[in-house]
């Protein structure tokens, strides 16, 4: 399983960085993004990128480019609702969302204004709705994007620290334990099952008493 693991390593290694950083960039510009946010899994792609990470120096270079492409991603959204919204939402795409989504992130937005934005980041569905609902209403982008720049902040080191952390441990290891690869796998299930868990819990706290209430 070791040989397995350091050819798939070894692959994503050798793919150059700014071409990897680039495309975690835009991976995650395009999950925060309306529409193709609902498809694109920009969370296994920087995971994937973080993988690959050498140094400490390329960890902030990908850190710095997930975290722009996020912002630019979210801030997207932010002005699309501003401009768009009404006409995106009363769309035949916009209705292929759900009113009822459409009406649980306008909730959300009004009771919860800023936390609503920084949470939202964390969850499906919501993480493409609540920058452009929040660019409908009257929040000023000044508040949408310091909350933003929080989550995602949280977000991207989270995400390329896991990864880079599971490529360093395995690099320690693998010289020294036959089963070294499970090391590396092992840190990457449990930090799934701690987002997935997480998530559900943010659900249950924040987003399902909003939709009893819609």
Same mark, same amino acid.
């Given at each position: 399983m070791n040989d397995i693991l350091d050819w798939i390593l070894n692959a994503v290694q050798s793919v150059d960085p700014i071409t990897r950083n680039l495309l975690a960039g835009l991976a995650i510009l395009l999950e925060t993004s309306l529409f193709a946010g609902l498809i694109i899994p920009g969370d296994t792609v920087v995971l994937v990128a973080s993988a690959g990470v050498l140094d400490i =120096?390329?960890? /902030?270079? #990908? #850190? =710095?480019? *997930?975290l722009l492409g996020s912002l630019i991603g979210e801030s997207l959204g932010f &002005?699309? =609702?501003? /401009? &768009? =919204?009404?006409?995106?939402r009363n769309s035949k795409l916009g209705q292929k969302l759900g009113e009822r989504n459409w009406r649980m992130a306008d909730h959300f937005v009004e009771h919860r204004g800023g936390i609503a934005v920084a949470i939202s980041r964390f969850l499906p569905m919501l993480h493409s709705l609540v920058p452009v609902v929040s660019g409908m209403t009257r929040m000023p982008y000044k508040k949408f994007i310091t909350w933003t720049f929080g989550a995602c902040a949280v977000w991207a080191s989270a995400y390329v620290g896991v990864g880079y952390l599971a490529r360093a441990s395995y690099d320690q290891l693998a010289g020294h334990l036959k089963f070294g690869s499970l090391i590396f796998v092992g840190v990457i299930i449990v930090? *799934?099952?701690? *987002?997935?868990?997480g998530k559900k819990r943010l659900e249950k706290k924040f *987003?399902?008493?909003e939709a009893e209430e819609v």
């Open positions: =120096g390329d960890f /902030f270079w #990908l #850190l =710095g480019s *997930v &002005f699309i =609702g501003r /401009f &768009f =919204g009404e006409k995106i930090f *799934v099952l701690l *987002v997935h868990f *987003v399902e008493p």
